[in-house]
C-alpha cells in the first residue's frame, strides 16, 4: 500500500483553473492553502473518479455471455465471471489487471487521510473547511464499507470481532508490513466517519449540487451500515431520517431519471461511465440474464423498459442496461437514491416483525415504479415478504456499484440463490470451439474475493481469505 503525496495530487486542481493556488513565497513546492482547493481534490479524485470492483455485476446473477461472442473479447472476465479461486490469472497463467479495487481504494483512502489532516493548517473559510471535513469522512466510510465488503466476509454479529475485515490506515505512513483489522473493527470505523462526517456537514450549513455529499447521504449509508451489521431498529431508524425530509419520483419510460432536477437523488458518483456502457457490455460479450429479466412484470413495471434496451442482429437478440447511458443519467454512473431507504425500512420491520410497516415501505416504492401498483401483490407472509423485498431491492439497484453483490453475500443461504454461469469457447471466426458450466453455491467461499497478488508477494503479514478452485461441471 503506497503513501499518496497531496500536494503532487494538487497539480489537477491548477489544471482546473484555481486561482491563488501556489504559494507566492515558494513556487517550487506546491501546497494547499485554501479550502477550496481540498474541495475540488476531493470531488475530482474521490468522488467523480470513486474507485469500484468492475466485475461485481459478473460475479452475480443479473449477467450471463453472448454465446456468439469470440472467447479472445471476454477473456479479461472470465476469471470473475467463473469466481476462479485466482481471479488475476488467465487460462495461461498470465496476471490480468481484474483485483485492481483494492488498491484503487486505498489511494482514495490515502488522499482522504491526507485531506483531513492538511484541514488542520487551513483556516481560511470554517464553512468551506466544515464541509470538506465532512465531505473526505462520508468518502472515507464508503471506500472502508466498499473494501470489507468486497475483502471480508459478510458480517455476522457473533463473529465480527474475530473474523478479518481490511487494514484500516487514517494516516499517510509508508509502512510496507500491516496486517487486517477485524470486521469489527472496520464496521466501527465506518460508523465513527459517518457520524463525524454529518456533523461537520451540518456544522458547514452549506448546500451544494449532488456530486458532494450530504447529510441525507450520511444517514442513508448510516442505514446501510446497520442493515448489514443487522441492526435492525437502528436501519429502520436512519431510513426514516430520510424518507422524512426526501420524496420519491414517480418513474416514466421516457425520462432522464438522474438528473439534478429530481429530489429522489441524494447522491451521485463515477463521472466516467465508459466501463458500465452498453458499447463495452457488446464489446465484451456479457448481456443482461435471463434471471434478472424474468424478476420483472415487464408490463407493469416500468423499470424494465426505463432500465433495458434490445439489442442484437438476425442471430441472436439481447438485452442491455441503459442505466449508464444518458439517456437516464447527467450525473454519475452510481447513485444513492430515497427508494433504498424505504427498501431498507422495509427489510428492517421485517425482522423486527412489523410485517404491516414492512408493506407500507415497500409500497411506497412500488406506487412509484409500477404503471398500475394496485395489480403488484404485496405478501403477507414474513419469508415471502423478504423474498419480495430482495427481489425489489434486485429490480431497483441492478447493475449500480456492488448492490446485487453485497445484497448475495448477506441475504442467507435461504434466501441466496445457487448461481450457474455458462462460459462458451469461440474463436476469432465465431466458430463455437466448447462450453463449461460454473456454479457458485449457497454456501460458497468465493462469496469474498482474494486479496491482491502483489499485496500478498510485498506483504508477509497480509492474510489472504480462503477461497475455491472452481472446476468446469
Known amino acids: 500500500m503506497k503513501t499518496i503525496n497531496l500536494y503532487l495530487l494538487l497539480l489537477t ?51 450471463s455471455e453472448n454465446m456468439l461472442t469470440p472467447t479472445s473479447k471476454k477473456r479479461n472476465y472470465k476469471t470473475i465471471y467463473t469466481w476462479k479461486n485466482e481471479i488475476e490469472l488467465d487460462d495461461y497463467g ?96 465506518i460508523e465513527r466517519d459517518l457520524s463525524i462526517g454529518k456533523t461537520e456537514l451540518e456544522k458547514s450549513g452549506l448546500e451544494k449540487s449532488l456530486w458532494p455529499p450530504s447529510v441525507n447521504a450520511c444517514n442513508l449509508l448510516m442505514s446501510r451500515v446497520k442493515l448489514f451489521r443487522q441492526e435492525w431498529q437502528a ?11 426526501v420524496g420519491m419520483t414517480k418513474l416514466l419510460d421516457s425520462m432522464k431519471f438522474v438528473d439534478q432536477s429530481n429530489s429522489e437523488i441524494i447522491y451521485s458518483f463515477v463521472y466516467d461511465r465508459r466501463v458500465l456502457s452498453i458499447e463495452n457490455m457488446e464489446n465484451t460479450g456479457f448481456v443482461v440474464s435471463e434471471n434478472l429479466l424474468s424478476c420483472y412484470d415487464q408490463d407493469n413495471d416500468i423499470r424494465f423498459r426505463s432500465f433495458f434496451v434490445m439489442r442484437g ?40 416483525g412489523d410485517i404491516n410497516g414492512a408493506r407500507l415501505a415497500v409500497k411506497r416504492v412500488v406506487d412509484h415504479r409500477y404503471r398500475h401498483p394496485a395489480n403488484v401483490v404485496i405478501p403477507f407472509d414474513d419469508e415471502e415478504l423478504l423474498h419480495f423485498i430482495f ?76 477461497r475455491l478452485e472452481k472446476l468446469p461441471e
Open 313 to 352: 442482429d438476425s442471430r441472436q437478440k439481447y438485452y442491455y442496461p441503459r442505466k449508464f447511458e444518458s439517456y437516464f443519467t447527467s450525473l454519475g454512473g452510481f447513485n444513492m437514491r430515497v427508494a433504498e431507504a424505504w427498501l431498507n425500512k422495509a427489510e428492517a420491520c421485517v425482522r423486527l
Open 235 to 245: 436501519a429502520a431508524d436512519y431510513a426514516d431520517s430520510v424518507t422524512s425530509k
Open 391 to 466: 427481489d425489489e431491492r434486485r429490480r431497483e439497484f441492478c447493475f449500480e456499484s456492488h448492490f446485487r453483490w453485497y445484497d448475495l453475500r448477506r441475504m442467507g443461504e435461504e434466501y441466496r440463490p445457487e448461481i450457474k454461469h455458462v462460459f462458451t469457447y469461440v474463436n476469432d471466426d465465431e466458430v463455437r470451439e466448447g462450453q463449461e458450466s460454473y456454479r457458485l453455491l449457497k454456501n460458497d467461499p468465493n462469496y469474498v474475493l482474494p486479496i491482491p497478488l502483489q499485496e500478498r508477494e510485498n506483504n508477509p503479514l497480509i492474510i489472504n481469505n480462503d
Open 94 to 189: 498470465a496476471q490480468i489487471g481484474t483485483n485492481v479495487a483494492w488498491g484503487n481504494l486505498y489511494r482514495s483512502i490515502a488522499i482522504l487521510n491526507d485531506v483531513l489532516i492538511s484541514c488542520e493548517d487551513i483556516h481560511d473559510d470554517e464553512k468551506e473547511l466544515a464541509f470538506v471535513k465532512g465531505e473526505a469522512y462520508f468518502l472515507r466510510a464508503l471506500a472502508y464499507f466498499d473494501l470489507v465488503n468486497l475483502y471480508g466476509l459478510p458480517y455476522d454479529p457473533e463473529k465480527a470481532k474475530e473474523q478479518l475485515g481490511v487494514a484500516i490506515r487514517l494516516d499517510h505512513g509508508v509502512e510496507q508490513f500491516y496486517s487486517r483489522n477485524s470486521l469489527e473493527e472496520c464496521y466501527n470505523l
Open 13 to 63: 486542481i491548477i489544471l482546473a483553473g484555481c486561482d491563488g493556488f501556489l504559494d507566492e513565497s515558494s513556487q517550487d513546492q506546491i501546497r494547499p492553502n485554501k479550502a477550496e482547493h481540498l474541495a475540488s481534490l476531493v470531488l475530482n479524485e474521490c468522488t467523480l473518479s470513486h474507485p469500484y470492483f468492475y466485475g461485481a455485476s459478473h460475479m452475480t446473477d443479473d449477467i
